[in-house]
């Protein structure tokens, strides 16, 4: 047993999200994810070839020749525009870090990093920035701040827990974000999943099961800046629709099934992680992967254990 394995099979036995040996080769995933992109470039130069030659009439030829140039302009013009426009949207929306809470704690969440997230698997850097800026004391019931950053999951009242800090860490990594990126996250809870994504994503949108949970948590991301988080109280099952389609789905409650409608949700290229199993069953971490031609495949990750997903307000 590794150094690795043994560790993670103490968190077991603490309370209830673990992980233990994950089933290794998850590269060949990786490298799925830049299909769309890829493609966009052989369809311009694609374009590019078939543009029109020179046998044609000059006059014809002056034509379309300022044709193409209109073409090849307006696009640009409007892309400069709406880059722009993206760029202002993302300074009004990005997390204004002004709260007291970031500047407290700030070795414990160095250190949280260095020996709990950034030793395993868990290497993307923005995520490790992400999880060394998230006061998640912040996060915690009054009478927990102490434990805010040890190697475990916390009560956070109703039956729910805030996951152990290593998950969060390794689901958002195995997401791939970037500040282009729109993602969805079932289960709110503390709402320190949706801090850690909001971080790095563009914007994120959380649905929560339970409301006195889900108006604490929309309450703390506003008093902590999140202005890029929006969340409501509902049944995550179907999604937020009229949001999506997402980049990625980040699902933090086990459930029976991969529910069809998050799939539905899922952009081309765009990855989701949910916990698959039943509450007294093994449950395992599966890695959904919706290609840029709609494919869907899935591999299994880590073996964990979630709160159940459930279906009644
Ligand atoms: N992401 C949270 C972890 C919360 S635990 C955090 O960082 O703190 C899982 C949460 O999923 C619980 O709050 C639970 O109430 C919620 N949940 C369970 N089933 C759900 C459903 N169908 N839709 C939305 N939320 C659900």
């Not at 952009?267 to 494919?295: C, E, H, N, S, W």
Request: charged share 30%; aromatic share 6%.
């Amino acid at each position: 047993m590794n150094l690795r394995a043994l560790r993670l099979s103490v968190i077991l036995s603490v309370l209830i999200c673990f992980g233990c040996t994950e089933s290794g080769g998850d590269t060949a995933t990786d490298q799925g994810a830049s299909s769309a992109g890829t493609e966009k470039v052989q369809e311009s130069e694609q374009d590019k070839a078939e543009s029109p030659d020179a046998g044609a009439e000059k006059k014809e030829k002056e034509k379309e020749k300022s044709d193409d140039g209109q073409r090849a302009e307006e696009p640009a013009q409007h892309k400069d525009k709406s880059e722009a426009k993206e760029e202002q949207e993302k300074e009004r929306l990005a997390p204004t870090h002004d709260h007291k809470a970031f500047k407290e704690r700030l070795k414990e969440r160095q250190e949280m990093v260095s020996t709990q997230i950034q030793r395993y698997e868990v290497t993307g850097e923005k995520v490790l920035a992400a999880m060394r800026t998230v006061p998640r004391h912040a996060f915690v019931r009054p009478s927990d701040t102490s434990l805010a950053y040890a190697d475990r999951p916390l009560p956070i009242g109703y039956g729910q827990t805030i996951s152990q800090p290593f998950i969060v860490g390794y689901m958002t990594d195995k997401m791939q974000l970037d500040d282009k990126k729109k993602v969805l996250e079932i289960g709110t809870g503390s709402a320190y999943q949706a801090a850690v994504a909001a971080e790095i994503a563009y914007e994120v949108y959380s649905i929560e099961i339970l409301r006195p949970l889900g108006n604490s948590a929309q309450k703390r991301l506003a008093d902590l800046g999140y202005r890029n988080v929006t969340t409501k109280v509902g049944d995550g099952y179907f999604g937020w629709e009229e949001h999506g389609p997402f980049d990625a789905i980040i699902v933090t409650a086990a459930a029976p099934h991969i529910p069809p409608p998050l799939v539905k949700q899922l952009k081309p290229g765009g990855r989701m992680i949910i916990p698959v199993g039943g509450p007294f069953a093994t449950q395992y971490l599966i890695l959904v992967l919706k290609g840029a031609d709609g494919k869907v495949t899935s591999r299994q990750l880590l073996p964990v254990a979630f709160v159940p997903f459930t279906r009644k307000q």
